[in-house]
């Protein structure tokens, strides 16, 4: 019972596991930004190229 108790005061104040989660979250905002801006960016090159096309 007394192992029991030092292994759950131990995880209690154990924050690797907050601060991973925290890490992923920004990592998954970033990629969402990044994968929107390329979304963005690849309808206005679409828009351009065939404007080009267009015009030739």
Do not use: C, H, P, Q
């Amino acid at each position: 019972m007394f192992d029991y108790i030092k292994t759950w005061a131990s995880l209690r104040t154990d924050r690797r596991a907050v601060t991973a989660l925290e890490y992923a979250i920004i990592a998954g905002i970033i990629v969402a930004v990044i994968a929107l801006g390329f979304g963005v960016m690849a309808t206005d090159i679409s828009n351009k190229f065939n404007s080009i096309g267009t015009g030739l």
